[in-house]
């Protein structure tokens, strides 16, 4: 956490507020001042394409004292101490599921890793975001050791605010009520229907919001969304450094003309990949997921920062200088062992029906599946960030049990073995 106070407390970034960290302000100032869900504050209308998770968050941190022009500091010091959290929650996590070595390795790459302190100093939804997410999952690893109802409510309330701030995460829950029927644990196995009161709560709490959404008349709406996140994904090499940055809207004239229609849209990406089929095939089979979990974030200045900062603990601090460049030589390898351990725990449940390894088994599905959603959507490597705990999770135990079978391997006497 001290990292991050620095890094908040000394960043000089090149523009005040970046467009969404407006809009998402604005709305938190609207609500204060003319209980008005719109980020104009001229406007008598309200919006419904921006998702209230994130704002209702600012709103309640804005609240605690007057807006004035320390505000942005305030909520940079909060996403700190929601880091601060964060770390403490992953040590936990992952000391259940496995030892104090990997626990420690897993939260301490969480609370150095650059992505995760740079993240805190922007006011987009990442850091909120993350929290939820953790957080449900130490709900999870809670309610594993105590069948409880006040458990499964929270978890449910908790769900929903995560899918309120990226309603991607809409799934999660289901996924989670289908492991509970599948997994025994300590106790006796639940009865399913009090499970049910994760989705009855989780789909209770949701259901305001998307009644109002639905009877909102908006320009603006999922579905658009949805249908822009598909278009912009299927042009390759969306990347960030030597050569251009791809743009569709400057790239390709025909982008904006067909965006506003579901079958223009695929009509147009179907007759772009059978122009160029084999960049299509490898931008969907490999690049995608590469960009997605790549070092550079796409958007920004490269590295690990979104917008342009002129001026960080990153530039001017000679240890923390040396940890980005660590991180930057780590990425791809705790990526890589992520999901490979991802991938052996998978195929060990569907090969072996195994039984005890359910926040491990929650983990790596959680993964592949924000990794195929942005495979057929757009892979900006901005949208893993709040998955970073995850990965470094999944790595630290890959490299614990890696440890462990070394040392188990060549520890052993050796043992002269009769070749007939």
């Not at 790459?109 to 992505?115: D, F, G, K, Q, V």
Request: hydrophobic share 50%.
């Amino acid at each position: 956490m001290v990292t991050r106070l620095s890094f908040v407390s000394t960043m000089t970034p090149a523009v005040s507020m970046g467009s969404d960290a407006y809009k998402y302000t604005m709305i938190a100032i609207n609500l204060i001042n003319r209980f008005q869900y719109h980020y104009d504050p001229a406007s008598d209308k309200s919006i419904s394409w921006i998702y209230p998770g994130y704002p209702l968050f600012l709103t309640a941190v804005m609240s605690l004292k007057p807006v004035n022009n320390n505000f942005v500091d305030n909520i940079k010091y909060v996403h700190s101490l929601l880091w601060g959290g964060i770390c403490l929650l992953i040590y936990i996590i992952t000391f259940r599921i496995s030892n104090l070595i990997s626990a420690v390795i897993a939260a301490m790459l969480t609370a150095l890793s650059p992505h995760l302190v740079v993240i805190s100093g922007y006011i987009l939804t990442e850091t909120w975001f993350s929290f939820l997410l953790i957080l449900v999952l130490y709900l999870y690893a809670l309610w594993l050791r105590k069948h409880s109802m006040t458990l499964l409510i929270l978890m449910g309330l908790v769900a929903a605010a995560a899918t309120l701030t990226r309603p991607v995460f809409m799934l999660a829950p289901l996924i989670l009520f289908f492991m509970m029927g599948f997994f025994k644990t300590n106790e006796a196995q639940v009865d399913r229907r009090k499970q049910l009161i994760l989705l009855i709560v989780f789909i209770t709490a949701l259901s305001p919001w998307y009644i109002w959404k639905h009877n909102s008349q908006q320009v603006k709406d999922q579905t658009s969304l949805l249908r822009e996140a598909f278009h912009y994904g299927s042009y390759p090499n969306l990347s960030y450094g030597a050569g251009p940055r791809v743009s569709p809207r400057l790239s390709d004239s025909q982008y904006m003309k067909v965006s506003d229609d579901w079958q223009q849209v695929l009509i147009h990406v179907k007759n772009r990949a059978f122009k160029q089929p084999m960049e299509f095939i490898h931008w969907y089979v490999v690049d995608k997921f590469i960009t997605y979990w790549q070092w550079d974030i796409i958007q920004g200045q490269g590295g690990p920062f979104i917008y342009q900062v002129n001026n960080s603990i990153y530039d001017y601090n000679l240890f923390h200088k040396k940890i980005l460049k660590i991180f930057e030589e780590m990425h791809p390898l705790l990526i890589i062992l992520a999901f490979i351990y991802a991938t052996l725990i998978l195929y060990r449940q569907a090969k072996f029906r195994l039984k005890e390894t359910p926040l491990t088994l929650f983990i790596g599905i959680i993964l592949f599946y924000y990794s195929a959603v942005h495979i057929v959507l757009t892979p900006l490597p901005r949208y893993a960030l709040p998955l970073y705990p995850l990965i470094y999770m999944m790595a630290s135990l890959a490299l614990v049990k890696l440890g462990t079978t070394l040392i188990n391997k060549f520890s052993k006497p050796y043992e002269k073995v009769n070749p007939y």
